[in-house]
C-alpha cells in the first residue's frame, strides 16, 4: 500500500524510498514486530479467558508437559495477523507472488484454527478429523500449483530446478501439481509436528523465512540471477516483504513463546507458517534448496513416518517417541537443550541452503 506513495516523488525525496524493497522490507519487520509487542499481551488475556483450561495435553506425553496444563493455543493468530496486516502495508499489492503467498497463509491458518478451535472445546487433541485437513491442505496446494505456474515465466513452467547443477531443468508435466502437493501440504505438516516445545518451531521457521526471503529477493533481480547463474523469476523480489514481516512477527510471538511459554503457537500459526515457506519455495523455483533449509522440519516429519511405518510393522519403536524432539526428552534432554540445539542446527542447514546459491 504505502508504494503507491512513489506516485508523490519527484524521484529525490523521501517517497522515493519506497521504491526500495529493501526499505520496505525493514519497514515491514518493524512494524510486524511492533504489532507482536502491542497486540500480543491483549490476545493471550483474551484466549486464556475464552479458552478456560487451555491447549489439551496428552496423556502419553513426556511427564515434563504436564505442568504446561492451562496454556492458551491459538497464538498462530497473534503472527498470522502481524504477517497480513504488514504485508498489505508494505508490500506491492500488484504482485501476484505476494497474494499467492498470503492466500495459502490465510487458508492453512483457517484449517489450523478449526483443528484448534476443536480441541479446546473438546478438550481432547482429536481436533479437526486428518482425512479433512489433508483434503483441504491438497485443494490449497492445487490452486498454488496453477497460480504459480500461470505467472512463471514459460520457459520456467511445470519445470523442477535443480541446486548446484547450473541452467538444469526438469520438466515434471502432469506430475508438477503432485510435486507442489507434497512441497505445501508436507511442509505445513512438517512445521506443524516440529511445534511440541516452547520455542522450538518459530527460531527455524524465522531462519528459514529469513534464507527464503534473501533467495526471493536474488531470483526476482536479474543481475543477481546473472551472477548467481539461478533462474530468474520476475516479481519475487516482493517476497522479501512477506519474509521480513515474519521474521518480526515471529520475533514478536518468541517473547511470549519462550520457556516458560506464555501462549501456544497452535495449528493455527504451524500449519500456515509452513505452508507459507512452501509456497515461498514453489514461487521462486527453489523447492529443493527449501528441503536443504528446512530440513530440521524435514527429520522431524520422517521420525514420525518411520515411527509409525516400523511399529505397524513390527510392533517396536524406533524412537522413544516421535516426533524426534520427544524422543530427546525421554533420553533425559533438558527441554532449553533440545531448542537450542535444534535452532544451530536450523541455522547450519539455513547457511548451507544459501551456499547452493553459488556453488554451481
Known amino acids: 500500500m504505502l508504494y503507491w506513495l512513489t506516485a ?9 524510498l519506497f521504491r526500495y524493497i529493501t526499505f520496505r522490507a525493514g519497514g515491514a ?13 491483549p490476545l493471550i488475556n483474551v484466549l ?6 487451555g491447549q489439551p495435553i496428552r496423556d502419553d506425553g513426556p511427564e515434563g508437559h504436564f505442568s504446561k496444563a492451562g496454556t492458551p493455543t491459538m497464538g498462530g493468530l497473534l503472527i498470522v495477523g502481524a504477517l497480513l496486516s504488514t504485508t498489505l502495508v508494505w508490500a506491492r499489492l500488484d504482485n501476484p507472488f505476494v497474494w499467492l503467498v498470503l492466500f495459502v497463509t490465510l487458508s492453512f491458518a483457517l484449517i489450523g484454527f478449526a483443528d484448534d478451535y476443536a480441541k479446546v472445546s473438546k478438550q481432547n487433541t482429536a481436533g479437526v478429523s486428518g482425512k479433512l485437513r489433508l483434503l483441504l491442505g491438497i485443494l ?3 490452486i498454488t500449483a496453477i497460480w504459480a505456474s500461470y505467472f512463471h515465466p514459460e520457459a520456467l513452467q511445470n519445470q523442477l530446478a535443480l541446486p548446484v547443477f547450473k541452467d538444469t531443468l526438469i520438466n515434471l508435466g502432469y506430475f508438477y501439481v503432485p510435486f507442489v502437493i507434497v512441497v505445501i501440504v508436507g511442509s505445513a505438516n512438517a512445521v506443524n509436528l516440529t511445534d511440541g516445545l516452547d520455542g522450538l518451531a518459530i527460531m527455524p521457521v524465522m531462519i528459514a523465512a529469513g534464507t527464503l526471503g534473501v533467495i526471493a529477493y536474488a531470483v526476482g533481480r536479474v543481475d543477481f540471477t546473472e551472477y548467481l547463474d539461478v533462474h530468474y523469476v520476475p516479481g519475487t523480489g516482493e517476497i522479501l516483504i512477506f519474509a521480513a514481516a515474519l521474521f518480526g512477527a515471529g520475533l514478536g510471538f518468541l517473547w511470549y513463546n519462550a520457556p516458560p511459554a506464555a501462549v501456544f503457537m497452535g495449528d493455527t500459526g504451524s500449519l500456515a507458517l509452513g505452508g507459507a515457506l512452501g509456497a515461498i519455495a514453489v514461487v521462486t523455483k527453489h523447492e529443493l534448496v527449501w528441503a536443504i533449509v528446512g530440513g530440521l522440519f524435514v527429520v522431524e516429519a520422517l521420525s514420525v513416518i518411520i515411527q509409525v511405518l516400523y511399529f505397524k510393522r513390527t510392533g517396536k519403536r524406533v524412537f522413544l517417541m516421535a516426533p524426534i524432539h520427544h524422543h530427546y526428552e525421554k533420553k533425559g534432554w533438558a527441554e532449553p537443550t533440545i531448542v537450542i540445539r535444534f535452532w544451530i542446527i536450523a541455522l547450519i542447514l539455513a547457511m548451507i541452503g544459501l551456499a547452493t546459491l553459488k556453488v554451481r
Do not use: C, E, P
Open 8 to 16: 508523490l516523488s519527484d524521484g529525490g525525496d523521501f517517497f522515493n
Open 29 to 41: 519487520f518493524l512494524t510486524a514486530l511492533l504489532f507482536g509487542f502491542v497486540f500480543g499481551k
Open 48 to 53: 486464556r479467558r475464552k479458552q478456560g483450561k
Open 140 to 142: 490449497i496446494a492445487v
